[in-house]
């Protein structure tokens, strides 16, 4: 799956949706919030980003 952003605001993108629409295999999806994501999720994944990694022994994982 990939996503794509087209900005709508020209004639040319606006029609290049009209087509995207008529394809099977394709869905569009229009007017989707960028704030879906759970802010406190967020916060978490900024906030582990600065801490230092942790190296696992992959040879011990299950042990």
């Known amino acids: ?18 087509y995207l629409k008529t394809v099977k295999y394709v869905k569009v999806l229009e007017n ?10 967020v916060e ?4 582990r980003k600065d801490q230092a990694s942790v190296k696992i022994d992959l040879d011990n994982l299950w042990k």
């Open 1 to 18: 799956m990939a996503t794509v952003i087209i900005d709508t605001s020209s004639d040319e993108a606006k029609r290049l949706v009209d």
């Open 32 to 41: 989707v919030d960028s704030e879906t994501y759970d802010s406190e999720f």
């Open 44 to 47: 978490m994944i900024n906030n």
